[in-house]
């Protein structure tokens, strides 16, 4: 990382640690919510950069909500070791669904992960015990550490931003790293790679598990704010939510689905508030961002950024 | 304790009389104001049990207000209804508490389910009351989570008792209803109970998904086993499984928790058919509803209100959330404060709480976990020459005390949590 992307990065960081005391009560459970999506849209960008895009990364998020709220309601661990457990767990599941997903590649993956993701989702449903059923699990504990009280959003959201912090650098790390490029080499040169021995279902599967790990850190790290883990929190609907946060963003380079989850909630806060569209049309508005998005901007919000910036050194030049 | 329950259904009547006269209901600057929070879905699949509760809170406080105000604690208050949409969704549910608290609302009603859970551990740390329609949300742990109105879907006792007494030879039923705890699930544990009690076989239940789009072949498959009686627990689709009955010639008993939107069900199918339909909800212009052992203010008047200003949007919980208000205030009075935790320790303090359909008790210990909701009497009502027209009261504590063994059995068997 340049000096001058580090000084932007510090910059952001320090406006974000302010943000939340300029901000209404419910626009600092936004910055919650918000902070937690950048990393699920950054996560599973890892995942596609090898060329696959899967519907299961919401209900890998679930994984890892239910197994942290299992065991800090029924076991009563503490949230500090639930939640990296809470990765674990769903980076196993990831591991052990590689065996049959990968065996597909392109459609055929992504509707296999759905399937995958649906039959999970049904078991979490259809088990009542221990699982609650449609209702989920209740009344989840807050983390605790000293006197702070994080049932408060401010001291959540800053817990928050530190946990969403060294997962974005551990993510951005791993891309920058021979192993990230790899991940590139598997999807744009996949016969070349094999070629020179890169074991491409390996690079796969690596590449879903990681990303199963820091979404399901972000699953626990939203249901211990909602104090609720259910079914239909991780349904196929959210996933099209990520789906087109990273479209509209563009998922060229390690900002673009960032840049996309951050316009399109305040686009989406900014909706609400005008009450310009019936929120039940909401969806549909979002709809119409995706095709936008998909015939004038391919490469999305990072793509005027880029053309924006080379126009201005071009200019200077 | 300075105004009684009576003594302010006889002011919100006096209050309508000069509302009638053309008072300004508005609230003036420098009244006193207490907020009374209504965190609901207003849009969404669930916006039918949310939003016509906040109209009908509006009729009330409205009619309040025109009186002027209510007095607490030497203090007279304008009541306003604050709404804030959820969707069902969890985490606005969240927002919406948080909102509604830094508002300064005395009291949070909500509609149930998993948007309570997300919020019912902050309201037990902020000494929040809050109130629901679902009393399978009440555990041993949310001692400030309270149901004063509905006691939803224990109330399902009653028809099938009524059914059972009039129509002796109908012995056997099959049940349909979502598949979902909160809601679908509840209600049909208590209707198997209630059959079970009455001697009257269930011979199939039926829990769909919220995605069916045809229900012909699961009414198909149900009438299969000639059931005498078709029974629909809390169901959303009530209008396309009535629909399905129709067209299937089904000519057996119905009996249903809820018939919101009745009139659309009579023109997808005939006034004939749904004729004897039996479920739980009463027009509030019901001439059994007009008596002075009914505790809601002026149900004729607030019916035909609702009617003029929000025509085809009355639903089950049009007068529950409403219901929930009158009571808060009735409990506000006698606790001479607002305190969110004065008022719930007056409601507690009544042993024979009011309800809407006479008084009641604090029932749920031996379910739930708590005594925070209560049962009273609850009406059973037919659909007759096309309306819906209450046809008994009958007690849903008397019932429970008789049957809980059977109940909590049905609720075990369904996985339901129990205590």
Same mark, same amino acid.
């Given at each position: 990382?340049?000096?001058?992307?580090?000084?932007?990065?510090? +910059?952001?960081?320090?406006?974000?640690?302010?943000?939340?005391?300029? #901000?209404?009560?419910?626009?600092?459970?936004?910055?919650?919510?918000?902070?937690?999506?950048?990393?699920?849209?950054?996560?599973?960008?890892?995942?596609?950069?090898?060329?696959?895009?899967?519907?299961?990364?919401?209900?890998?998020?679930?994984?890892?909500?239910?197994?942290?709220?299992?065991?800090?309601?029924?076991?009563?661990?503490?949230?500090?070791?639930?939640?990296?457990?809470?990765?674990?767990?769903?980076?196993?599941?990831?591991? #052990?669904?590689?065996?049959?997903?990968?065996?597909?590649?392109?459609?055929?993956?992504?509707?296999?992960?759905?399937?995958?993701?649906?039959?999970?989702?049904?078991?979490?449903?259809?088990?009542?015990?221990?699982?609650?059923?449609?209702?989920?699990?209740?009344?989840?504990?807050?983390?605790?550490?000293?006197?702070?009280?994080?049932?408060?959003?401010?001291?959540?959201?800053?817990?928050?931003?530190?946990?969403?912090?060294?997962?974005?650098?551990?993510?951005?790390?791993?891309?920058?790293?021979?192993?990230?490029?790899? #991940?590139?080499?598997?999807?744009?040169?996949?016969?070349?790679?094999?070629?020179?021995?890169?074991?491409?279902?390996?690079?796969?599967?690596?590449?879903?598990? &990681?990303?199963?790990?820091?979404?399901?850190?972000?699953?626990?790290?939203?249901?211990?704010?909602?104090?609720?883990?259910?079914?239909?929190?991780?349904?196929?609907?959210?996933?099209?939510?990520?789906?087109?946060?990273?479209?509209?963003?563009?998922?060229?380079?390690? +900002?673009?689905?960032?840049?996309? &989850?951050?316009?399109?909630?305040?686009?989406?806060?900014?909706?609400?508030?005008?009450?310009? &569209?019936?929120?039940? +049309?909401?969806?549909?508005?979002?709809?119409?961002?995706?095709?936008?998005?998909?015939?004038?901007?391919?490469?999305?919000?990072?793509?005027?950024?880029?053309?924006?910036?080379?126009?201005?050194?071009?200019?200077?030049? | 304790?300075?105004?009684?329950?009576?003594?302010?259904?006889?002011?919100?009547?006096?209050?309508?009389?000069?509302?009638?006269?053309?008072? *300004?209901?508005?609230?003036?600057?420098?009244?006193?104001?207490?907020?009374?929070?209504?965190?609901?879905?207003?849009?969404?699949?669930?916006?039918?049990?949310?939003?016509? =509760?906040?109209?009908?809170?509006?009729?009330?406080?409205?009619?309040?207000? !025109? !009186?002027?105000?209510?007095?607490?604690?030497?203090?007279?208050?304008?009541?306003?209804?604050?709404?804030?949409?959820?969707?069902?969704?969890?985490?606005?549910?969240?927002? =919406?508490?948080?909102?509604?608290?830094?508002?300064?609302?005395?009291?949070?009603?909500?509609?149930?389910?998993?948007?309570?859970?997300? $919020?019912?551990?902050?309201?037990?740390?902020?000494?929040?009351?809050?109130?629901?329609?679902?009393?399978?949300?009440?555990?041993?742990?949310?001692?400030?989570?309270?149901?004063? *109105?509905?006691?939803?879907?224990?109330?399902?006792?009653?028809?099938?008792?009524?059914?059972?007494?009039?129509?002796?030879? !109908?012995?056997?039923?099959?049940?349909?209803?979502?598949?979902? $705890?909160?809601?679908?699930?509840?209600?049909?544990?208590?209707?198997?109970?209630?059959?079970?009690?009455?001697?009257?076989?269930?011979?199939?239940?039926?829990?769909?998904?919220?995605?069916?789009?045809?229900?012909?072949?699961?009414?198909? =498959?149900?009438?299969?086993?000639?059931?005498?009686?078709?029974?629909?627990?809390?169901?959303?689709?009530?209008?396309?499984? $009535?629909?399905?009955?129709?067209?299937?010639?089904?000519?057996?008993?119905?009996?249903?928790?809820?018939?919101?939107?009745?009139?659309?069900?009579?023109?997808?199918?005939?006034?004939?058919?749904?004729?004897?339909?039996?479920?739980?909800?009463?027009?509030?212009?019901?001439?059994?509803?007009?008596?002075?052992?009914?505790?809601?203010?002026?149900?004729?008047?607030?019916?035909?209100?609702?009617?003029?200003?929000?025509?085809?949007?009355?639903?089950?919980?049009?007068?529950?959330?409403?219901?929930?208000?009158?009571?808060?205030?009735? !409990?506000?009075?006698?606790?001479?404060?607002?305190?969110?935790?004065?008022?719930?320790?007056?409601?507690?303090?009544?042993?024979?709480?009011?309800?809407?359909?006479?008084?009641?008790?604090?029932?749920?210990?031996?379910?739930?976990?708590?005594?925070?909701?209560?049962?009273?009497?609850?009406?059973?009502?037919?659909?007759?020459?096309?309306?819906?027209?209450?046809?008994?009261?009958?007690?849903?504590?008397?019932?429970?005390?008789?049957?809980?063994?059977?109940?909590?059995?049905?609720?075990?068997?369904?996985?339901?949590?129990?205590?």
């Amino acid at each position: 990382m340049s000096i001058k992307n580090l000084i932007i990065c510090i +910059v952001i960081l320090a406006g974000l640690v302010a943000l939340p005391h300029f #901000l209404a009560y419910n626009f600092q459970d936004l910055l919650i919510f918000l902070a937690v999506n950048v990393l699920v849209v950054v996560s599973y960008r890892l995942v596609t950069l090898t060329g696959e895009w899967s519907l299961i990364h919401v209900v890998m998020m679930g994984v890892g909500a239910y197994a942290s709220a299992m065991l800090s309601k029924m076991a009563g661990f503490p949230f500090w070791i639930s939640m990296p457990i809470a990765g674990l767990t769903a980076a196993t599941i990831a591991a #052990l669904l590689c065996f049959p997903l990968f065996r597909m590649t392109q459609f055929y993956f992504l509707i296999g992960s759905f399937a995958a993701g649906e039959a999970i989702r049904l078991v979490w449903i259809y088990f009542i015990d221990p699982f609650g059923g449609s209702s989920g699990i209740n009344n989840l504990p807050p983390p605790e550490l000293g006197d702070i009280d994080f049932y408060e959003p401010i001291p959540y959201f800053y817990m928050t931003l530190i946990i969403v912090t060294i997962s974005l650098f551990i993510l951005y790390r791993i891309e920058k790293s021979r192993v990230g490029l790899t #991940l590139n080499a598997v999807h744009w040169k996949a016969p070349l790679a094999e070629s020179v021995g890169v074991d491409t279902w390996k690079y796969r599967s690596l590449a879903l598990i &990681v990303g199963s790990f820091f979404v399901g850190i972000a699953g626990a790290l939203k249901v211990h704010y909602l104090g609720v883990v259910t079914p239909h929190q991780f349904g196929i609907g959210v996933m099209v939510f990520v789906l087109i946060w990273v479209i509209v963003g563009g998922y060229a380079s390690f +900002v673009g689905p960032i840049i996309g &989850v951050v316009v399109l909630t305040v686009f989406d806060q900014g909706l609400r508030a005008s009450g310009i &569209v019936d929120p039940a +049309v909401q969806p549909a508005v979002y709809g119409a961002v995706l095709i936008a998005s998909i015939l004038f901007m391919p490469e999305g919000l990072e793509g005027i950024g880029k053309r924006f910036f080379s126009k201005s050194s071009g200019e200077n030049a | 304790m300075g105004i009684t329950r009576r003594n302010l259904l006889r002011g919100t009547a006096a209050g309508i009389a000069v509302a009638g006269t053309g008072f *300004s209901t508005q609230l003036l600057a420098g009244q006193k104001t207490v907020k009374i929070g209504l965190n609901i879905p207003m849009t969404g699949d669930y916006a039918p049990w949310g939003l016509p =509760g906040l109209y009908g809170c509006n009729i009330v406080a409205n009619n309040i207000n !025109a !009186a002027g105000g209510v007095e607490i604690g030497g203090e007279t208050y304008m009541i306003e209804p604050v709404g804030y949409d959820h969707g069902y969704d969890t985490e606005k549910a969240i927002t =919406g508490y948080n909102t509604l608290r830094h508002d300064d609302a005395a009291m949070i009603m909500m509609l149930g389910g998993s948007t309570v859970g997300s $919020i019912i551990g902050r309201a037990q740390r902020n000494k929040m009351l809050v109130s629901t329609l679902l009393p399978s949300d009440i555990t041993p742990d949310t001692s400030n989570l309270v149901a004063p *109105s509905e006691s939803h879907p224990l109330y399902n006792c009653t028809g099938v008792d009524w059914l059972a007494d009039n129509f002796p030879d !109908a012995k056997s039923a099959v049940i349909v209803t979502t598949n979902d $705890i909160e809601y679908g699930q509840q209600s049909a544990a208590v209707y198997q109970a209630a059959f079970e009690a009455r001697g009257i076989e269930v011979l199939d239940t039926n829990f769909h998904g919220f995605d069916v789009t045809d229900f012909a072949p699961i009414v198909q =498959g149900l009438l299969a086993s000639k059931p005498d009686i078709f029974c629909m627990a809390t169901d959303v689709y009530t209008t396309p499984l $009535i629909e399905a009955l129709y067209n299937q010639g089904y000519e057996g008993k119905i009996i249903s928790c809820t018939l919101d939107l009745y009139d659309e069900v009579i023109a997808k199918t005939s006034k004939e058919f749904v004729e004897g339909i039996i479920f739980q909800f009463p027009d509030f212009d019901d001439p059994a509803l007009q008596s002075d052992d009914i505790l809601f203010p002026d149900p004729s008047g607030f019916w035909d209100t609702f009617q003029k200003d929000y025509p085809g949007q009355w639903s089950a919980v049009a007068w529950e959330y409403p219901a929930n208000l009158v009571t808060w205030v009735s !409990a506000a009075q006698a606790a001479g404060s607002i305190e969110p935790m004065d008022v719930l320790a007056a409601m507690k303090a009544n042993p024979n709480p009011p309800h809407v359909f006479g008084t009641g008790k604090w029932w749920g210990k031996d379910l739930y976990g708590l005594d925070n909701c209560v049962v009273g009497r609850w009406p059973v009502v037919t659909m007759q020459n096309g309306r819906a027209r209450i046809v008994e009261f009958r007690d849903v504590g008397a019932w429970l005390d008789k049957n809980l063994d059977i109940l909590k059995r049905k609720m075990q068997d369904l996985g339901l949590r129990t205590v």
